[in-house]
C-alpha cells in the first residue's frame, strides 16, 4: 500500500466531484448550468457559421420569370389552408380543395419569400412572420418546408431536375438553419478564440483526471495492472 498515490487519488475524485458540481450549478450566464451554457455557447458558433441566406436570394433570384404549375397534397385541410397563405404572399395563385393545393406562380419569387421568411427567423425576428400569416412563425416554416418538399418532387416528376434541385437548397440553407436556431443568438468563432479554447481543453484535461484519479487510487491500494511473471517449470 503506497499511502502518498492513494492520498492523492482520492483528493484528484474529490476535486473532480466538487468541480462537477459546481458545472450543474446553475451560475453561469443567464442562471444556466454549465451543461446548458455550454451547449447554448456551441450552438452559437454553429449559427454563426451557417447563415447562407444571401447566397440563397442571390440563387432564388436567377429564378425570377421561371413559371412554376404543381399540384401539392399535405396531411389536412387546416394545413392547405395555412400553406396556401405562404404562396399568396409570394404572389402565386393557389386553389385549395381539402387537403390538396393547386398553385401557379413564379418559382423565383416564391423562392424569395421563403428565404425571407428564413431570413427574419434566423434573425430572430418571428414577429414579421406572425403579423404576415397571423399563426405562429415556427409553423409557418414548417409549412414551408413540407410544401417545397412536395414541390420537389412534382417538379422531379416533371423531369424539372435543375428547379428541383435549387428548391432543395433552398431547404437545407435557408429554411432548415432558421427553424433550428430560431432564438438563438450568433457568435463568430473568430471573437471567442479563448472561451473555445479553454472549454476543449478543459474536457480533455477533465477527462484525464478522473481517470488519472482512479489509477493513483488503485496504485496506492496496491492493485496495479502489472503483468504477473510466468513461472518456470523444473
Not at 417538379?155 to 437548397?169: D, G, S, W, Y
Not at 484519479?213 to 502489472?226: K, N, T
Amino acid at each position: 500500500m503506497n499511502s502518498k498515490k492513494l492520498f492523492k487519488g482520492i483528493l484528484l475524485l474529490i476535486t473532480f466531484v466538487a468541480t462537477l458540481i459546481l458545472i450543474f450549478l446553475p451560475i453561469y450566464g443567464d442562471g444556466q448550468n454549465g451543461l446548458e451554457y455550454t451547449d447554448n455557447f456551441f450552438n452559437s458558433l454553429a449559427k454563426g457559421s451557417s447563415n447562407y441566406m444571401p447566397q440563397m436570394r442571390k440563387l432564388a433570384q436567377e429564378y425570377v420569370g421561371t413559371p412554376v404549375a404543381v399540384e401539392l397534397a399535405v396531411e389536412s385541410g387546416y394545413q392547405a389552408q395555412k400553406t396556401a397563405l405562404l404562396y399568396t404572399a409570394a404572389g402565386a395563385q393557389v386553389e385549395v380543395s381539402g387537403p390538396v393545393l393547386k398553385i401557379n406562380g413564379d418559382l423565383g419569387n416564391i423562392l424569395l419569400q421563403s428565404v425571407n421568411d428564413a431570413e427574419a427567423m434566423f434573425n430572430n425576428q418571428g414577429e414579421q412572420l406572425r403579423d404576415r400569416y397571423q399563426y405562429h412563425p415556427k409553423e409557418a416554416l414548417k409549412h414551408w418546408w413540407g410544401s417545397l418538399k412536395n414541390m420537389k418532387g412534382a417538379l422531379t416528376k416533371q423531369k424539372k431536375f435543375k428547379q428541383a434541385k435549387v428548391v432543395t437548397q433552398i431547404m437545407s440553407r435557408a429554411l432548415e438553419p432558421a427553424y433550428n436556431f430560431y432564438g438563438i443568438a450568433p457568435a463568430s468563432v473568430s471573437a471567442n478564440v479563448g472561451l473555445l479554447t479553454f472549454m476543449l481543453v478543459f474536457y480533455v484535461v477533465y477527462t484525464l483526471w478522473y481517470g488519472y484519479g482512479i489509477f493513483e487510487m488503485f496504485e496506492g491500494l496496491g492493485l496495479s495492472m502489472e503483468k504477473s511473471a510466468v513461472k518456470e517449470e523444473v
